[in-house]
């Protein structure tokens, strides 16, 4: 199980997986250069969910497709000064995610 972290250094936000640097994997989507953030829906969150999922998921298609969402869900409501996640926390949300979108879906056509 893969354990994520998010703490504040100073006026930086830095997050990690299993104590090492997280990816912020700017190749898939570039949010944010200037780096991740948390506790609000913006650029910089948009860019740690879309780290999260990629790393989490191995699957960087459905990261990009899932990681708005994800963003307003979880990480926006992260806690500013400072959080941590585990990958069952973020499989349990995917799930979630996946749930509420097929559920809209299906009360959509009736």
Same mark, same amino acid.
């Given at each position: 199980? /893969?354990?994520? %972290? ?11 997986? *299993?104590?090492?640097?997280? *990816?912020?994997?700017? #190749?898939?989507? *570039?949010? @944010?250069? @200037? ?10 969150? %948009? !860019? ?6 990629? #790393?989490?998921? %191995?699957? #960087? ?6 990681? !708005? #969402? ?16 585990? @990958?069952? !926390? &973020?499989?349990?949300? &995917?799930?979630?995610?996946?749930? @509420? ?6 009360? /959509? !056509?009736?």
């Amino acid at each position: 199980m /893969k354990l994520y %972290a998010g703490k504040r250094e100073g006026y930086v936000a830095e997050v990690t997986v *299993n104590g090492r640097p997280l *990816n912020p994997r700017l #190749d898939l989507w *570039n949010h @944010s250069p @200037s780096g991740f953030e948390w506790g609000y829906g913006g650029s910089g969150p %948009a !860019q740690l969910a879309l780290a999260l999922l990629a #790393d989490h998921l %191995a699957d #960087d298609e459905e990261a990009v497709t899932l990681h !708005q #969402d994800f963003k307003r869900t979880v990480v926006a409501l992260l806690a500013y000064s400072g959080w941590t996640l585990t @990958s069952s !926390q &973020i499989a349990c949300a &995917i799930a979630a995610l996946k749930t @509420s979108s097929t559920a809209f879906l299906d009360a /959509k !056509q009736k």
